[in-house]
């Protein structure tokens, strides 16, 4: 007659699983919040104490009700994307009692380069200035009407919208070219930017008139066989027109 004998090791290792079981089922039991699990994966009484919490933005169209005029000057302008609070801070108290709470206007110089000050990470065409440069010392709404701004006067300069392209430019073997080189840009573009758009280089034959053999022999320019070099790429494709490179530098 023969007894299987069960290894000591396992008994051991049977046990010490045993007793964690047991620990984690009384653990669960003692530590799982009371509502958990009621409504789905998560304590069903924090619905209860998020909706307590006090509301504390209204809205713009709240705002309309008694500043009509402000809200659609605001919808006429550059600065229809943003909303009422996005300046003045939640203003859902000033709404339950005007006269009493005010909130707060950013006057303050400091405020608007939050959005625009110069930072390559931003959008192309998003309007950006130096703080320090840029008519220094007074503040921006002594110039810029903050419900519908507007620059006083056209800006002149393509850097004043396009600041990454036009700094990535001047550093290259591009800089003595003028963005009018490779774009015609309609004045109405500098006031109406998205609805008028400036032309874009749509063939290679465009870089070619400067850099074929041929029409510019003799200039300063290098030149490449504009039959064979790039295997019928778009000249930009591999070369950033605003920053190019022959990759040897
Ligand atoms: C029920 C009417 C009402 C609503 C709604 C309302 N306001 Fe007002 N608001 C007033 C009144 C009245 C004043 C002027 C109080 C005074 O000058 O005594 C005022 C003043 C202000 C001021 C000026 C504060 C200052 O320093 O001069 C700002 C900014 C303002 N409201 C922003 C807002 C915003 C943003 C909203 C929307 C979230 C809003 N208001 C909604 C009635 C309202
Ligand atoms: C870009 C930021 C900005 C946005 C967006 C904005 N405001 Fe203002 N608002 C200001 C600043 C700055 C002032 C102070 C203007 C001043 O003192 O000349 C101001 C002033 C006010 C005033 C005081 C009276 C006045 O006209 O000078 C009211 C009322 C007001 N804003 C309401 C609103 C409402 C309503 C909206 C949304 C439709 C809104 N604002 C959106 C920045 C903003
Ligand atoms: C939350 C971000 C934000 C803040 C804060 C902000 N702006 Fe703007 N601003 C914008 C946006 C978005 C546009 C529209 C850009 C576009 O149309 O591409 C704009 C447009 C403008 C323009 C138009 C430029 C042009 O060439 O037509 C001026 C000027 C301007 N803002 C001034 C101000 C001033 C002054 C303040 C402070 C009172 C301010 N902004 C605060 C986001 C902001
Ligand atoms: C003394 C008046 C004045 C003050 C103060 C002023 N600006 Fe301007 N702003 C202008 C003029 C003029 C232009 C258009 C010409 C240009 O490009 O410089 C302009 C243009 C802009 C533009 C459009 C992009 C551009 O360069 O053309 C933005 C955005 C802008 N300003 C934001 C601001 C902000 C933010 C402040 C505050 C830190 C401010 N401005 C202070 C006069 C002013
Ligand atoms: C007032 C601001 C502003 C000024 C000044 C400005 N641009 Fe623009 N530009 C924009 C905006 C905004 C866009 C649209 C960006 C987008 O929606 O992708 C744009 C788009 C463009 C495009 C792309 C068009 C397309 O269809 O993809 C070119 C090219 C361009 N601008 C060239 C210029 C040149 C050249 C100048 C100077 C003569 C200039 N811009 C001055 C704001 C400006
Ligand atoms: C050597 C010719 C050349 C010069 C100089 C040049 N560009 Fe361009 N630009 C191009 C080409 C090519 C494209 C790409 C066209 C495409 O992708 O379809 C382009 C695209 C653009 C675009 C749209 C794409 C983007 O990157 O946002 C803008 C905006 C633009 N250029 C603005 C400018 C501005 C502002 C200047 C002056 C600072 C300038 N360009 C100078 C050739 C040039
Ligand atoms: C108006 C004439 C002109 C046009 C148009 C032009 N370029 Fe250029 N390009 C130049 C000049 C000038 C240089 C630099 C010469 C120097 O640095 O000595 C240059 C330099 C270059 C270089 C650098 C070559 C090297 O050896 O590193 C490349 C690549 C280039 N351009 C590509 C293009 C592309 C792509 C286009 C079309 C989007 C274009 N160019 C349009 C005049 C032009
Ligand atoms: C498939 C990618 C590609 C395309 C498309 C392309 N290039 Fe190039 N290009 C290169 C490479 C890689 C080099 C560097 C090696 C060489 O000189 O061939 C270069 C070099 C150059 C040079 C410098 C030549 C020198 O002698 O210094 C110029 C100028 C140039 N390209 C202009 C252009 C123009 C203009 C177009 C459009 C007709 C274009 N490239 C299309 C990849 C390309």
Redesign the pocket.
Known sequence: MSRTVVPQQVVRLITAFAVATVVFVVARQAFTAETFGELGHYRAAAIDSIVAREIKYAGSQQCAICHGPTYERRLQGRHNGLTCEVCHGPAASHVASPVEIKPSAPRDRAFCPVCHSYSAARPTGFPQIDPVAHNPLVPCIACHDPHAPEPPSIPEECSACHGNIARQKAVS??A??PCT??HEAPEAHKVSPRSVRPTK?TE?S??G???AQGP?EG????QIDLSTHGQGYL??QC?Y?HH???G??
């Open positions: 073997r591009h003595a070219l080189t490779c280089p290679s465009f870089c008139t400067c850099h510019s200039l300063q320019i290098p000249c930009w070369h027109a190019p490179s022959s040897d530098q």
